[in-house]
C-alpha cells in the first residue's frame, strides 16, 4: 500500500530565506503526488503536483518541488519565503492504479519577520 | 466555480445522537471524496463517489457511517449514535476524473464536536 511520510513536525524559516518541507513516499509503480496547503479551519488547497516528465514541478505560489526516484522524495521548496507562506502543509500520493489520496502527517511552516 | 461547499461548518452534539453533513461539489465534478482529520493527523480517506456510484469505502467507515450521492450530485455522511471518538473535521473532496493526475478540490469542512 502507499504512504507518505513527512518526518519534519514543523519547519522554521526566516521571512526572506529558502524553504524546504520534506516529503518521501512509497509506492508500487510510478507515483502520482501533490502537495497541498492548509490554513487555519480552511479546507486543503492544492499547490502542484509530479505526474510524469520533468523533476522539478512549479505550482502556486511561487512554490516549486523536486521528485527524486532514486531518494523516493518530493520535497517542497520556495526561494525566497514570505510570513503569509506559514501555514500547515501536506503530501499526498495516489496510486496510478487507485483512485484515492493518501496524505503525510503534515509540517507545520513558521515564517518569521 | 463556487467551489466546493460543506453545511454545517460546525456541529456540537451529544454522544448517542445522529448527524448529517452535506458537501456540495464543484458542478461538473463527476467524483466526490469524503476525509476525515483529527489534529495533529493528516486526513484519512473515509469513502469516495463517482456520480451517484459508491466505489471504495475505507476500513474507518463502521456501520454507523453511511454516505449518499443520489442523482451524482450533493452528498450526505450521515454518524449514527455518534461517539467521542467521532470528533474530528470531516472534509469533503471534488474532482473531475480524467486520469490519476486529477487533483482533489477541498471545501472548509465540517467540525464535528461530540460531548
Redesign the interface.
Known amino acids: 500500500a502507499q504512504s ?1 511520510a513527512q518526518p519534519e513536525d514543523q519547519v522554521n524559516v526566516a521571512e526572506g530565506n529558502p524553504l524546504t518541507v520534506k516529503c518521501t513516499y512509497s509506492v508500487s509503480g510510478n507515483p ?1 503526488l ?1 502537495w ?1 496547503v492548509q490554513y487555519p ?6 499547490l502542484l ?1 509530479y ?1 510524469t516528465g520533468d523533476n522539478l514541478v512549479k505550482g502556486s505560489y511561487g512554490f516549486e518541488a523536486e521528485f527524486n526516484k532514486s531518494q523516493t522524495s518530493f520535497h517542497l521548496k520556495k526561494p525566497s519565503a514570505l510570513v503569509s507562506d506559514s501555514a500547515l502543509y ?1 503530501c ?1 500520493v ?13 509540517t507545520i511552516l513558521r515564517v518569521k519577520s | 466555480d463556487t467551489g ?1 461547499s460543506q453545511d454545517p461548518r460546525h456541529k456540537i452534539t451529544k454522544r448517542g445522537q445522529n448527524v448529517t453533513f452535506r458537501c456540495d461539489p464543484i458542478s461538473e465534478h463527476n ?1 466526490l ?1 469524503w476525509y476525515r482529520q483529527t489534529l ?6 473515509l469513502t ?1 463517489f463517482q456520480n451517484e456510484a459508491q ?2 469505502k475505507s476500513r474507518l467507515l463502521s456501520d454507523r457511517f453511511s454516505a449518499e450521492r443520489p442523482k451524482g450530485s450533493f452528498s450526505t455522511l450521515e454518524i449514527q449514535r455518534t461517539e467521542q471518538g467521532d470528533s474530528a473535521m470531516y ?1 469533503c ?1 471534488s474532482s473531475l476524473y480524467s486520469g ?2 486529477s ?7 465540517t ?1 464535528l464536536t461530540v460531548t
Not at chain 2, 495533529?40 to 480517506?45: A, V
Open positions: 507518505v502520482y501533490f497541498y479551519n480552511r479546507g486543503l488547497q492544492f503536483k505526474i501536506f499526498a495516489r496510486d496510478p492504479y487507485g483512485n484515492k489520496l493518501v496524505f503525510g502527517a503534515g | 466546493v467524483r471524496y495533529g493527523q493528516g486526513p484519512e480517506f469516495y466505489l471504495e472534509l473532496a490519476s493526475d487533483p482533489l478540490h477541498f471545501g472548509n469542512g467540525r
